[in-house]
């Protein structure tokens, strides 16, 4: 890959994008992972106005560290960032206490981890709405089209998606030319839903270069059958998320009504 062509291009389309819909600038959720920190920094090269939001929900103080520090970071080179920290703890906190409570609390982490994501969402939108900013997505391709391992209507919910063409080794590549902070390259990626340690390979069961590898032999048409021990056990991982997250993935089915019954 062409590292700093491919920076350079991302760059150009952010602005030529923002210039022609006649936006100021952009707004993006800034986590402490690998995705965020350079689209972060992409967005940040345009010139035009970038907002980072921090936006904790019983998070790992490290993913908070890391968030800050790469924030700060930005601060310093550009001096077309901001910040914005938005505590949202209790909101969360406030929207568990107001919904049924359930006999087994297990029932509802995944939903509940979902709803942390839609708050974020609802977050970012409300300073692009105020401020005339667009919603940067954070998502890659293994992420998006691969496995749909994003909330929808969560940090699925925005407007443009910088790296959603680049695969997660391509975006720590966009990573290291751009010079983002070495603790965000080491940090082991992790979606920050659980208010846990858990990695998203812990949740997958895959690592982000078995996954990339399993959608490159699914995309040229190989089947199970055709692997063996943990190729085999990867290319069926892939192919379990890929399949149950196909809704993420498409278009929103509409029931067309027939002529004859309008």
């Given amino acids: ?70 924030i700060n970071w930005l601060m310093e080179h550009f001096p077309n960032v901001k910040r914005q920290p938005v505590n949202l703890t209790s909101v969360f906190d406030s929207l568990v206490a107001a919904l049924p409570t359930v006999e087994n ?3 509802r982490f995944m939903s509940l981890a979902n709803t942390r994501a839609r708050l974020r969402m609802t977050t970012l ?53 751009l010079g983002v902070n070495q603790d965000i390259m080491d940090a082991p990626p992790t979606d ?6 858990r990695t998203d390979e812990d949740q997958i069961g895959a690592s982000y270069p078995e996954l990339e590898w399993a959608m490159k032999m699914d995309d040229k048409g190989r089947i199970i059958d055709d692997f063996s021990d943990r190729q085999r056990e990867v290319f069926s991982i892939y192919k ?5 997250n196909k809704h993420k993935m498409i278009p929103i089915p509409i029931c067309e009504i027939p002529e004859q019954l309008k």
């Fill in 240 to 244: 379990k998320f890929n399949t149950a």
């Fill in 125 to 177: 939108y409300y300073f692009a709405a105020l401020k005339g900013y667009l919603v940067a997505g954070t998502g890659n391709k293994v992420e998006d089209f691969g496995i749909g391992f994003y909330t929808k209507y969560g940090d699925g919910g925005v407007d443009l998606s910088p790296i959603a063409d680049l695969l997660k080794t391509e975006v720590y590549e966009l990573g290291r030319v």
């Fill in 105 to 107: 609390e297990e029932e």
């Fill in 192 to 197: 920050g839903l659980w208010g846990d340690h």
């Fill in 1 to 70: 890959m062409q590292t700093e062509k491919v920076i350079a291009h991302i760059i150009d389309w952010l602005r030529d994008y923002a210039n022609n819909a006649k936006i100021k600038g952009f707004v993006i959720g800034v986590s402490g992972g690998i995705d965020s920190a350079v689209t972060s920094t992409l967005c940040a090269k345009t010139g035009l106005d970038l907002l980072c939001v921090e936006m904790p929900i019983h998070q790992g103080q490290n993913q908070v560290t890391r968030a800050d520090a790469h």
